[in-house]
């Protein structure tokens, strides 16, 4: 797994990436080739895993998950709960761990690279207040643009209705990083919160 050592290295900045093969070897700062498809995997579900297929079908080439131990809004995770999480890619994919919860960091740890996510995250990404102000968000696009970067979006169900790429508003100029993922390549209309809610109902029950 990972230690705490490893981890108090990722929290400061020592080292920008640990990934973990299937087999569990790590590799300091040499993330596997291919796209990154970025999130907490609380839990790691099927829809996680179909928009990594859909995207390795677009561009045939590989798809690997970034766990991010640091997140905006919530702060650092603990070392028992990254463990758990970490637990559910042994012996079936790479995990990448790294503490760039905002996506201009994930640029300067993945230059070139592209990101998959789905239309909730990139709801935000385009947003400007999550930025402080329109300026703030532009600058973060251009150095994403200038990070050879860019973004597959799938769409989401969201109080019935299912959003897509279509529904954003891209920042004028950056239209071109992002590209959608094709609803009969992937949709899947339970997101991660209702997941973690059925499994608490079914403790409950059992």
């Not at 760039?100 to 690279?113: E, H, N, S, T, W």
């Amino acid at each position: 797994m990972i230690n705490a050592a490893e981890l108090s290295d990722i929290l400061s900045g020592r080292v920008g990436s640990i990934t973990i093969t299937p087999t569990g070897e790590r590799r300091i700062d040499d993330p596997p080739p291919g796209a990154i498809l970025p999130g907490s995997f609380n839990p790691l579900h099927a829809g996680h895993l179909g928009m990594q297929r859909a995207v390795v079908i677009m561009t045939g080439k590989p798809v690997h998950f970034e766990l991010t131990v640091r997140n905006a809004d919530k702060g650092e995770l603990a070392l028992e709960e990254i463990e758990r999480r970490i637990a559910q890619f042994q012996h079936r994919h790479h995990v990448i761990l790294a503490a760039a919860p905002l996506f201009v960091q994930k640029a300067r740890l993945y230059p070139g690279r592209a990101f998959v996510l789905g239309y909730d995250t990139a709801l935000r990404l385009v947003t400007p207040r999550y930025y402080g102000d329109e300026a703030a968000m532009f600058a973060a696009f251009a150095e994403l643009a200038a990070a050879g970067c860019r973004f597959f979006v799938a769409g989401r169900q969201i109080n019935g209705r299912f959003y897509t790429l279509a529904d954003l508003q891209l920042p004028a100029g950056y239209e071109q990083l992002f590209t959608p993922i094709p609803e009969d390549l992937f949709r899947r209309d339970i997101s991660s919160t209702e997941l973690r809610a059925q499994r608490e109902r079914e403790r409950g029950s059992s």
